[in-house]
């Protein structure tokens, strides 16, 4: 026959006491109560212990969001007594700046007895301030400037929305890892577009990405603006992008031969030959890339009409919207276009090339 407790007077089964009046005496938790929780009122970040938590997971509503801060929170502040111990939280009431919530907590206060759930009533405090992130933000503080440009054009719109796309979910990507990742200004300007970043890490990610995607050429410059409180000297640095004059569509000339960009990128510059018939890739490193040179736009691809095609004969095709007659060569052709198809083609230092395949770009 077991001993009765020492509490109520039921068999005793560990230590003296009864299950229930062990698990009372030893909680498998413990959190205070009530709580303070600092919060962004910008960005959502939680300060603990001096520092800022930033969320960096999707938010859908205004309650996902308090149960990330509340979780933050709890996991700082909830001391953890017994084994195998789990908990969760389970919001209440909210009153304005106060909110009472529920730790429910299951797992063993000794080895020997079963799991049990316990319910702690917490009520949080909820103050709201700046983080250094968006205080600096908010500042128009930045380590760097990310400026894009195009050789003697203008950024496409395409071209322009690629690019804020690609800095964007870069930026994304990096939030919750780089404090300073943030894009504090966009301005747009006929030469091209300016972006103010927040650090100098996120700026050059974005200027690599831009950079090898658009086979950019780079410069990078530095500007001190002040010293860190070490004494150490402080630089913001500017990098601009300079995007070639062609982009895909348009027509130049490799080596002394004229061809047309299907692809430019981390792969290289793919272009089609019109002598050849063939595509070939050129690569920044390679010292045929110094030798390109633009011809035209995409835009001065015209429309044709086949007038004439035999065996052994010259083609003469005839313009669409100006009705002069071409010459090409009795071989410029596919075998299986006939006389009445329509074609485009490009009038290159005076001599009609037949474009196959066109290339659309905004």
């Known amino acids: 026959m077991r001993p009765p407790c020492y509490l109520c007077g039921k068999p005793a089964v560990v230590?003296?006491?009864?299950?229930?009046?062990?698990?009372?005496?030893?909680p498998i938790l413990k959190v205070e109560t009530p709580l303070r929780m600092l919060i962004c009122d910008r960005c959502g970040a939680v300060k603990i212990h001096?520092?800022?938590k930033q969320i960096t997971e999707r938010i859908?509503?205004?309650?996902?969001?308090?149960?990330?801060?509340?979780?933050?929170l709890l996991d700082d502040q909830v001391e953890v007594l017994g084994e195998n111990v789990t908990y969760s939280v389970m919001p209440q009431k909210r009153l304005d700046r106060v909110v009472h919530i529920e730790v429910v907590a299951q797992g063993h206060s000794h080895p020997e007895l079963p799991p049990h759930t316990?319910?702690?009533?917490?009520?949080?405090?909820?103050?709201?301030?700046?983080?250094d992130s968006c205080g600096m933000m908010r500042g128009g503080y930045h380590e760097a400037i990310l400026q894009i440009r195009a050789d003697?054009?203008?950024?496409?719109?395409?071209?322009?929305d690629e690019i804020l796309d690609t800095?964007?979910?870069?930026?994304?990507?990096?939030?919750g890892k780089d404090s300073m990742a943030y894009i504090n200004e966009i301005t747009r300007t006929k030469y091209g577009i300016d972006l103010k970043i927040g650090s100098n890490h996120l700026c050059r990610m974005i200027a690599d990405d831009l950079e090898s995607r658009y086979m950019a050429a780079r410069k990078q410059t530095y500007k001190l603006i002040g010293q860190e409180s070490d004494g150490k000297e402080k630089y913001r640095t500017t990098i601009l992008l300079r995007l070639p004059h062609f982009k895909e569509g348009d027509f130049v000339e490799v080596a002394g031969s004229p061809c047309q960009v299907r692809a430019l990128g981390r792969g290289g510059l793919v272009c089609y030959s019109f002598e050849d018939k063939s595509e070939f890739t050129v690569s920044q490193r390679s010292s045929k890339w110094q030798e390109i040179e633009f011809l035209a736009p995409e835009s001065d691809k015209q429309e044709y009409m086949v007038i004439s095609k035999a065996y052994g004969e010259p083609i003469q095709l005839m313009n669409s919207q100006t009705y002069e007659v071409e010459n090409l060569p009795g071989d410029s052709l596919p075998s299986d276009l006939e006389n009445g198809d329509k074609i485009w083609a490009v009038k290159l230092q005076g001599t009609v090339y037949y474009v196959p395949q066109p290339v659309n770009t905004t």
């Open 60 to 72: 859908s509503s205004p309650e996902e969001l308090l149960a990330l801060q509340l979780q933050i």
């Open 15 to 26: 230590e003296g006491l009864c299950e229930g009046c062990y698990n009372e005496e030893h």
């Open 167 to 175: 800095a964007t979910d870069l930026t994304i990507g990096e939030y």
């Open 152 to 160: 003697d054009r203008k950024l496409t719109k395409a071209e322009e």
């Open 50 to 52: 001096g520092r800022w």
């Open 118 to 131: 316990e319910i702690h009533d917490v009520e949080v405090r909820l103050d709201y301030g700046t983080c």
